[in-house]
């Protein structure tokens, strides 16, 4: 098997690779979710284009530390908090908002 043939993957072996049933597949495949090779009446998809779907599907976890960048942990949740707080009720400090839903609770 050359490498082209390993890189074109079909409908069946994508759904196998994504873990997803191949009714979905042949579903993005119709509403052009996802890129596709025809070729006759045959369809395939790349191998690199499914990977990029999984790579551009990856949500980041709250409070995860990025090792790319190390200020996107839960230590840059309180300020961005701190930031909104001051954007809704600019006329009062932070701390005393945060003193008001302590006391509510």
């Avoid at 890189?7 to 996802?34: C, D, G, Q, S, Y």
């Avoid at 190390?70 to 961005?80: C, H, K, N, V």
């Amino acid at each position: 098997m050359n490498s082209v043939e390993s890189e074109l993957l079909t409908v069946p072996e994508a759904a196998t690779f994504l873990r997803l049933k191949a009714a979905t597949i042949r579903a993005w495949i119709l509403h052009r979710r996802i890129p596709h090779v025809k070729l006759g009446r045959r369809v395939y998809l790349r191998r690199s284009d499914l990977k990029a779907l999984i790579a551009a599907s990856i949500a980041s976890a709250r409070g995860f530390i990025s090792p790319s960048n190390p200020q996107s942990g839960r230590t840059a949740i309180p300020e961005l908090v701190k930031q909104r707080l001051i954007a809704i009720s600019p006329a009062e400090e932070p701390g005393d908002l945060f003193e008001e839903l302590e006391n509510e609770s």
